[in-house]
């Protein structure tokens, strides 16, 4: 186990370090072209490899099933844990995060996290919607693209990897496309429902959704082997730009102020979820590498897509930018247990 934690844990750290300490030196454009980068191109090359690569178990077609169960777990916890927090007699908001203001933000999965933090424009209570809106995202919503393809496929091999990628899929337009959008706009003080069609729109041109298909059919397809060869190692140079972005991220937080409001609901996302998911799991009979795989990709930090969706609704964004750096780091103590449990 050590060994593979080591292999888990090691781009994370490098990569993720890397972006930290030079987020204060690039240019201030770059998160954003990286972002999109990885959204039109970076995630749906990774997804197009490993769906054609991976050898599907018997059963993958059930992880679109468990990921709906866990997101609907994921709203039921958020709910639960925002109705807690409410209830307490005084809570001092969090100082405003002071930093870059971007235009009109389109709408991401959380592959697609590109956007400079902007700074709160007033102190928020939890009694302000934005706050909660904001509260239930980042208890809900999991970097499975970022984070759960890059660390996964070290621990899980053969065909359970397809779980992973369903898994990734189906939340990006269950969850973030759906829920999520419908969840944001719910809370959010701006004018900025979407009509039915425009939320059809937004699910029907994720390319990661059409890299899935297309990678899927293609293993009927023989390609030459220094075809077959480049795409496995885009795999490996997908994976450091995505933690190299979601180092820079978090060099823009402001200290433990920051962090604070955020700590109960990255205890909810990269703890209790994914302890309920794989009860579930357990309970219904499904193989042990079946349960892993669920059980991390459930308890992924969370999503990048929170900022987005803050950012287009008018949520609090401080408290997802805070959410996402909490969880990472509470990331790095739950993988063992779940591999010690689980093994």
């Known amino acids: 186990m050590r060994d593979s934690l080591i292999q888990a844990y090691l781009p994370l750290v490098i990569w993720v370090g890397l972006g930290a300490g030079l987020g204060r030196f690039l240019p201030a454009a770059l998160p954003r072209l990286l972002g999109r980068g990885l959204y039109w191109v970076g995630i ?3 997804i197009f490899a ?3 690569q991976t050898h599907f178990a018997q059963d993958t077609g059930l992880a679109p099933l468990y990921t709906v169960v866990a997101l609907g777990l994921g709203l039921a916890l958020a709910l639960a ?11 001092t908001p969090a100082e405003p995060m002071i930093g870059d203001v971007p235009g009109a933000a389109s709408m ?3 592959q697609s996290a590109n956007l400079p933090l902007q700074a709160t424009p007033s102190a928020m209570t939890w009694a302000d919607k934005p706050r909660q809106g904001s509260f239930v995202l980042a208890a809900m919503l999991g970097n499975t693209g970022f984070v759960g393809l890059a660390i996964v496929p070290t621990l899980v091999s053969g065909p359970y990897l397809g779980w992973a990628v369903f ?17 944001a706009s719910w809370f959010g003080r701006g004018a900025h429902a979407q009509s039915r069609w425009q939320q059809l729109r937004d699910v029907v041109t994720v390319p990661s959704l059409w890299a899935f298909g297309l990678g899927s059919a293609s293993q009927a397809w023989a390609w030459p082997p220094l075809v077959e060869d480049g795409l496995h190692q885009s795999v490996w140079l997908v994976i450091p730009v ?3 972005l979601m180092g820079l991220r978090l060099s823009q937080l402001q200290g433990w102020s920051s962090l604070k409001p955020a700590l109960l609901p990255a205890t909810l996302k990269v703890l209790v979820l994914p302890t309920l998911v794989g009860a579930v799991a357990w309970g219904s009979g499904l193989p042990r590498n079946a349960v892993l795989v669920l059980v991390l990709m459930s308890g992924m930090p969370s999503a990048f897509a929170g900022l987005i969706l803050a950012e287009e609704y008018d949520l609090d964004r ?3 930018a ?9 990331l790095l103590l739950t993988i063992p247990l779940w591999l010690l449990i689980l093994s």
Do not use: F, H, K, M
């Not at 898994?167 to 969840?183: A, D, E, K, M």
């Open 44 to 46: 749906p090359l990774e």
């Open 50 to 52: 490993l769906a054609r």
């Open 81 to 91: 844990g925002l109705a807690v927090v409410r209830s307490r007699p005084s809570v």
């Open 108 to 110: 991401a999965s959380d």
């Open 167 to 183: 898994y990734s899929v189906t939340q990006n337009v269950v969850g973030t496309y759906g829920l999520g959008v419908y969840l």
């Open 242 to 244: 995505a933690l190299v």
């Open 318 to 320: 401080e408290l997802v």
């Open 322 to 330: 805070a959410s996402i750096a909490l969880s990472t780091g509470l």
